[in-house]
């Protein structure tokens, strides 16, 4: 079977392990990702950290990004600029005026300045001990996270529930391995990397 395939069934079961997940934790592990923080990555003294803002039942990292805003932490979130196209990250601060694009995902509005993050914290559906990810599968992340690595070192944290967790992500040349993911029982480091 091509890894393309096995992607797409691989999505649709990480998709209903997501949203059980969602149902058994709801907000309690937002809570729990805050809690530890990124203090087991050093030293990032004024990083730039990209977050994301949830959609649907994804676990919501809004209060572990004002934890890291109070730390000092620069932070940012992706703008869309199109299929097929990798993100930009515009100035984000808690309580901004927020735009909505496509799939109700918010985003900071065009007047906020483009940064490059040093930290980018990604969505996933499903993840495995290298490091590789299952996304909503546009390669957004994938395509970003080339751009950023060739520019200067970049670390990716995966934020996911436990559960969603498996032996291995199908993965082709072009997939970005992540090198942490941050779950509500703290931080894993990928092997892969
Ligand atoms: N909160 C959040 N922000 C994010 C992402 C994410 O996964 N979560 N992304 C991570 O890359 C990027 C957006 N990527 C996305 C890609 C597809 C869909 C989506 O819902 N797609 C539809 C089908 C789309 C179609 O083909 O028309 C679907 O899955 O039902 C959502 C986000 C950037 N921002
Ligand atoms: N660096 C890249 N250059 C060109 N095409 C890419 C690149 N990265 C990914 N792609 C394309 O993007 C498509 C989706 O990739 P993939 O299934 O890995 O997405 P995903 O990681 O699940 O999604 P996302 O990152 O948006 O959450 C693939 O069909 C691939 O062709």
Same mark, same amino acid.
């Given at each position: ?49 990209? *977050? ?6 994804? +676990? ?77 599968? *546009? ?15 970049? +670390?990716?944290?995966? +934020? ?25 029982? *703290? ?7």
């Amino acid at each position: 079977m091509q890894t393309s395939d096995e992607k797409r069934e691989e999505r649709t079961r990480a998709l209903a392990r997501r949203a059980d997940a969602f149902a058994v934790h709801g907000p309690t592990a937002g809570e729990r990702l805050a809690a530890h923080g990124l203090d087991f990555l050093s030293p990032t003294e004024g990083a730039i950290v990209s *977050g994301f803002a949830a959609i649907r039942d994804e +676990i919501d990292p809004a209060l572990l990004l004002a934890r890291l805003q109070g730390e000092g932490y620069q932070l940012a979130l992706p703008v869309m600029q199109g299929k097929g196209k990798a993100l930009l990250f515009r100035a984000w601060a808690p309580g901004d005026e927020m735009g909505k694009v496509q799939w109700g995902i918010a985003e900071p509005l065009p007047d906020k300045p483009q940064l490059e993050p040093d930290i980018v914290l990604v969505p996933l559906l499903a993840f495995d001990e290298a490091g590789y990810r299952l996304g909503y599968g *546009g390669g957004f992340y994938d395509r970003s996270l080339e751009q950023l690595r060739a520019v200067k070192p970049v +670390i990716a944290v995966g +934020i996911a529930y436990d559960e969603l967790k498996v032996d291995a992500v199908p993965h082709l040349h072009y997939d970005q391995p992540l090198d942490w993911v941050l779950t509500p029982s *703290g931080p894993l480091r990928c092997s892969g990397t």
